[in-house]
C-alpha cells in the first residue's frame, strides 16, 4: 500500500486534562449517593488528585467558599460508545426510509471528508455537546485511523491523537477504543471506504496502537474488535492478546444485525459470540456492543464470562435494528452500560430510559429496572466498561466527576418529599443539566460550557466543515 505523508493532528495541550485550579468544596442540595438521594450534602475535592477527599453529609448550607450546586447531583455520566464523526449525520440519515445497509452508505461519505484537523474541531464540539449534557467520560470506538485510499498520515495515529486532544479539550475523560478493522465480509477484502480503516493485518494494527501514549490523566487506551465480520477469525486472538497484556477494556460490536449472523454461521457453523468465545475475545474486561440478536446460548456465554453489554437504544430503534434481550443478559451475569452511538441523540437518561421503555413495549409488562439500577448502568457500570473503575460514585476516593440536573424546569418540577432516582431517569433530558464537574473542575456552569463559550456554533461549522 502507498504511504503519504499528511498533515498531523493538532498537537494536544501539555497540560493535566481535566484537573481542577484550587482546593474546593462542593455543596449539593440533593445528592445520588447509590441508593437513595440525601438533602445537603458537601464534597471536598482533592486538588492534587482531582478526587473527592470527603463527603459530609447534613450540611444543610453552603459552607464558607464552597461552589452551591443546586438540583440533583449524579456521579458523572459515562457514554460507554460512541462514533464521534457520526454527529455529523444528525439530522440526514432519518429521511425516508431505508436501513442499517444504507443508512453505512451515507457514513461512509462523511468518513471519506475527514481530516485530523476537521476531525478534531468535529469531536471537540461533540464531546462538548456530551459534557452539556452530563457526560463526563466517553467511550471512542475509533476505527477512523488513516487518510483516503488508506495512505498513511506522517503520525500513523493522527486521527485517534486527534479525538485525545479534542476530549482535553472539551474537559472530558475519554478511553480511545482503537479498533482492527481489517476486512469488508468474512474473507474479503476492504471495500474503497474501509481501506481508511484497515492496518492491513492485527499485527499491524496492535504495532500502530502500541505507539499511542499512555499515562494521560484524562485518556485511557483501549482496544475494540469491529465485528466478527471485519476481523478475520485467526486474527481475534492477536486483538484480545493485545488488550489482555495490558489489562485494557477490549469492546466489540455484536450481532446488531441478522445478516451478520446468517454470514458468520455460513462461513464459520456458529453464532458471532460462539466465534468470540473459541478466539478469547469474551472475558470480565470485555464489552459487547448492541448484543441484539442473541441465542439463549449466546447469552449464557456472554454471562458465564461476566462480558459486559453496551446497549444503545437510541440508535438501535433510529437504525431499526430491534431491541436486545439486556434483562437475559443481566441476569445471566453480563454487567450492562449504556452509550450513544451514532448521536442520534446525546442524552443518557433517554439511553436508561429507554432501555426499560423499549423492554415494557416488547413485554407489556413495566419495572424491568429499578431507577438506581438505569442510574447504574449509565454511572458506574459504564465508566468500568471503559476501564475507570475508580469513577461513577459520589464517595471518598472516587473521581470527583459530577452532573447536577435542574429540579425546577418543566419536565422536572414536583413534589420534593418523593425526589428520587425516578426523577434523574424518567422525567429529566440532557437539557435539564446545569452543571457537570470532572475532576473537581467546573466544565459546565449554569447551562454554559466553560471551555467551548458556542457550542452550537462549534458543531455547525464543524459538521459543514464535513457535509458542505
Known amino acids: 500500500m502507498q504511504v503519504t505523508p499528511q498533515e498531523p493532528a493538532p ?239 477490549l469492546h466489540v460490536h455484536l450481532s446488531e444485525q441478522t445478516a451478520e449472523n446468517d454470514a458468520c454461521r455460513e462461513a464459520h457453523g456458529r453464532t458471532p459470540t460462539q466465534l468470540l468465545a473459541e478466539h478469547g475475545v469474551l472475558g470480565r474486561r470485555t464489552t459487547a456492543v448492541h448484543a441484539t440478536h442473541l441465542t439463549g446460548e449466546d447469552v449464557r456465554l456472554l454471562g458465564a464470562a461476566t462480558t459486559g453489554v453496551c446497549m444503545c437504544p437510541t440508535t438501535e430503534r433510529d437504525l431499526a435494528d430491534g431491541i436486545g434481550p439486556a434483562v437475559q443478559l443481566q441476569a445471566a451475569g453480563s454487567p450492562l452500560s449504556l452509550g450513544s452511538d451514532s448521536h442520534a441523540v446525546i442524552d443518557l437518561f433517554e439511553e436508561a430510559r429507554a432501555m426499560e421503555l423499549d423492554e415494557r413495549l416488547r413485554t407489556r409488562t413495566r419495572g424491568h429496572w429499578t431507577a438506581a439500577a438505569l442510574l447504574r448502568a449509565a454511572t458506574a457500570d459504564g465508566h468500568a466498561a471503559l476501564g475507570w ?22 419536565r422536572t418540577a414536583g413534589p420534593r418529599p418523593r425526589l428520587g432516582a425516578e426523577t434523574a431517569v424518567f422525567a429529566a433530558s440532557g437539557a435539564d443539566v446545569r452543571h457537570t464537574v470532572v475532576g473537581g473542575r467546573q466544565v459546565v456552569r449554569d447551562g454554559v460550557h466553560t471551555l467551548v463559550p458556542d457550542v452550537p456554533t462549534a458543531l455547525a461549522e464543524a459538521i459543514e466543515a464535513v457535509r458542505g
Open 11 to 249: 498537537t494536544p495541550r501539555p497540560g493535566d486534562g481535566p484537573r481542577p485550579s484550587a482546593p474546593k468544596t462542593y455543596w449539593l442540595e440533593h445528592a445520588w449517593l447509590g441508593t437513595h438521594v440525601e438533602p445537603g450534602v458537601a464534597v471536598d475535592v482533592d486538588p492534587a488528585e482531582g478526587r473527592i477527599a470527603a463527603v459530609r453529609t447534613e450540611v444543610p448550607a453552603p459552607p464558607p467558599g464552597a461552589v452551591a450546586l443546586r438540583g440533583l447531583t449524579l456521579p458523572g455520566l459515562a457514554n460507554a460508545h460512541s462514533h464521534a464523526f457520526h454527529r455529523a449525520l444528525r439530522g440526514t440519515v432519518q429521511v425516508g426510509s431505508g436501513t442499517f445497509w444504507t443508512w453505512r452508505e451515507v457514513m461512509y461519505q462523511v468518513a471519506s471528508q475527514l481530516t485530523p484537523d476537521s476531525y478534531y474541531a468535529l469531536a471537540r464540539a461533540v464531546y462538548a455537546e456530551m459534557a452539556l449534557t452530563g457526560i463526563t467520560c466517553v467511550g471512542e470506538f475509533h476505527y477512523l485511523h488513516h487518510g483516503p485510499g488508506g495512505t498513511r498520515y506522517a503520525d500513523p495515529n493522527a486521527m485517534g491523537e486527534a479525538l485525545i486532544a479534542a476530549a482535553d479539550e472539551a474537559g472530558i475523560r475519554i478511553t480511545l477504543l482503537d479498533t482492527a478493522y481489517l476486512s469488508s465480509g468474512f474473507g474479503a477484502e476492504p471495500n474503497h471506504h474501509q481501506l481508511r480503516f484497515s492496518d492491513g493485518t492485527a499485527d499491524a494494527w496492535a504495532e500502530r496502537a502500541s505507539a499511542l501514549k499512555e499515562g494521560r490523566p484524562h485518556a485511557r487506551i483501549g482496544a475494540a474488535v469491529h465485528s466478527v465480520r471485519a476481523v478475520p477469525a485467526d486474527q481475534l486472538g492477536t486483538v484480545a492478546e493485545w488488550a489482555g497484556q495490558r489489562q485494557a477494556p
Open 389 to 410: 473503575h475508580e469513577a461513577g460514585a459520589i464517595e471518598r476516593g472516587a473521581l470527583a466527576d459530577l452532573t447536577t440536573i435542574a429540579l425546577d424546569s418543566v
